[in-house]
């Protein structure tokens, strides 16, 4: 009883957001534009690691989330220096799977693909092949398993019933349910 009043209350609060997507017997659906989820993001960087080979810093996120396609694209800039060269500056994209995580509340990338990577005007995501490929894979990987893309407040209702999270027509789909 104590659930279902919960959802009736979460139900109502999202009927007048007016950001439902459908309510079938799957759940309620809630759609989430690409600008929400790059203001998620924004909260989130800059992010500094250092590394064996030099330091990384991504910055200025953005999602785009594609009609036709099951993948987040975020789009990062990407600063890189060592102790042999000065700061080089490019361009990132990175596309991965959402998948929701009950115990943060919060929504990640799995399996990232290096879309696009660009120094100086140079194109190197082609060129990220075997041992370099094997090396940058772990650190996106990581940087995106421990980076939320969205946030769904723990304490509140929503966070409770997520069932699925998907991009679908250009736009995240959130299920709640029981």
Same mark, same amino acid.
């Given at each position: ?7 009736i209350? %979460?139900?109502a609060? *999202?009927? %007048?957001? =007016? ?5 079938s017997?799957?759940? %309620?659906? +809630? ?6 989820? /790059?203001?998620?993001?924004?909260r989130?960087f800059?992010i500094?690691?250092?590394?064996a &080979? ?5 910055s200025?996120?953005?999602?785009l *989330? !594609? ?14 220096s060592?102790?042999l060269?000065?700061? #080089?500056? =490019?361009? *990132? &994209?990175?596309?991965?799977?959402p @998948? @929701?995580?009950? #115990? !943060?509340?919060?929504?990640?990338l799995?399996?990232?693909m290096?879309?696009?990577?660009? @120094?100086?005007? &140079? ?5 990220? #092949? =075997?041992?370099?490929k094997?090396?940058?894979?772990p ?6 398993r ?8 723990? !304490?509140?209702?929503? =966070? ?5 999270? +998907? ?5 995240? %789909?959130? /299920?709640?349910?029981?």
């Amino acid at each position: 009883m104590k659930k279902l009043s919960i959802m009736i209350a %979460l139900l109502a609060t *999202l009927l %007048l957001t =007016g950001c439902i997507q459908n309510i079938s017997q799957n759940g %309620l659906t +809630v759609r989430i534009p690409a600008s929400t989820v /790059t203001s998620s993001l924004e909260r989130q960087f800059p992010i500094k690691q250092s590394f064996a &080979y030099g330091d990384v810093e991504l910055s200025n996120p953005k999602a785009l *989330l !594609s009609r036709g396609s099951n993948r987040v694209v975020t789009g990062t800039s990407i600063g890189f220096s060592n102790a042999l060269i000065p700061k #080089q500056q =490019g361009s *990132l &994209y990175v596309s991965g799977v959402p @998948f @929701f995580d009950a #115990q !943060s509340g919060a929504v990640y990338l799995r399996e990232p693909m290096i879309d696009k990577l660009e @120094f100086n005007g &140079y194109k190197l995501s082609s060129m990220i #092949q =075997g041992p370099l490929k094997s090396a940058i894979i772990p650190i996106i990987n990581e940087i995106f398993r421990t980076t939320p893309i969205y946030k769904i407040n723990r !304490s509140s209702l929503q =966070g409770s019933f997520v069932k699925n999270v +998907v991009v679908d027509n250009g736009e995240l %789909l959130v /299920t709640f349910g029981l």
